[in-house]
């Protein structure tokens, strides 16, 4: 992708980056999510963020294992990752089950 592409693809513009799909974990806002961006320099990417009162947060973002199944769930089903990815994921998961 190119950013010309990221720009009319995003759903949100950043000075940092374009988001081009987010999942949430509770509430929009006020929650961490997973982002599928696009910066500005121009490199495609997985961005764990928490937002606390409608701001990012710059600190890490500490999610339960309890709580990160359904994240991750909600995160292959609205496309923060792509297609490739999800199998790529799977086939790993599988290799090294034991």
């Not at 997985?46 to 009162?53: E, T």
């Not at 409608?54 to 923060?80: C, H, I, S, T, Y």
Request: aromatic content about 10%; overall charge negative.
């Amino acid at each position: 992708m190119i950013e010309s592409e990221a720009k009319s693809a995003a759903i949100k513009e950043t000075e940092y980056c374009y988001v081009l799909a987010c999942a949430w974990e509770a509430d929009e806002k006020d929650s961490i999510c997973l982002e599928r961006i696009f910066t500005k320099g121009g490199c495609e990417e997985i961005r764990l963020a928490w937002w606390k009162d409608g701001k990012q947060m710059m600190r890490p973002a500490d999610l339960n294992a309890v709580d990160w199944v359904p994240l991750f769930k909600r995160a292959v089903e609205k496309n923060v990752f792509s297609d490739k990815e999800k199998l790529g994921m799977l086939t790993a998961i599988f290799n090294h089950s034991v």
